[in-house]
């Protein structure tokens, strides 16, 4: 099976985001198939992202300073209840949500900034649920500083990021 091949540099150069054409590629992956990226910088970040999916990266700086990263299906998969997927975490034991946040329209940091604040004015064992434009990259390590447990995936278009996160000290992750 070949590697699915995936060049973004043309949409970063346009000035465009990326990701939901990364996260479609992703969505085509065939079990064992590999995704061959390339882009402009070092994607790092992604990284983070395709580790929870269960993808090692192996990067290599091209010539003319562009990056190609190679993402391999890992031979062990993230561990249950990372976020990774709503079914990982046992949210069948969490209340339903007490706030909703449409952060889809919403530029960085924002949607990270109002998320934050509205769990700090919740209760402990309360329930929010978020909708984003993307993959919340740099939240998730904030959530995990701060005790909450969460689960996040796209939805079925890929387009829209859903999250849902029990305030510390509430349900079991």
């Keep these: 099976m070949d590697d699915l091949e995936l060049d973004v540099r ?7 985001e990326p990701f939901a054409a990364i996260m479609a590629a992703v969505g085509r992956l065939q079990p064992g198939q590999k995704l061959r990226l390339v882009a402009t910088f070092k994607p790092i970040p992604l ?8 993808y090692e990266s192996a990067p290599r700086h091209l010539e003319g300073g562009d990056w190609e990263v190679v993402f391999s299906p890992s031979a062990v998969s993230g561990e249950a209840g990372d976020g990774s997927g709503l079914d990982e975490v ?3 034991h969490w209340p339903d949500p007490v706030r909703y946040l449409d952060c889809t329209e919403l530029d960085p940091p924002r949607p990270m900034v109002d998320i934050l604040a509205a769990l700090e004015e919740m209760q402990a064992g309360e329930v929010l649920f978020a909708l984003l434009g993307r993959e919340p990259v740099f939240l998730i390590p904030e959530l995990r500083n701060r005790g909450h447990a969460w689960v996040g995936n796209f939805d079925e278009s890929g387009a829209t990021y859903r999250l ?3 305030v510390a000290g509430g349900g079991q992750a």
């Design 90 to 92: 046992d949210t069948l």
């Design 47 to 54: 990284f983070q992202v395709m580790a929870r999916r269960g």
């Design 164 to 166: 849902l996160v029990c």
């Design 10 to 16: 043309p949409i970063l150069r346009g000035g465009g």
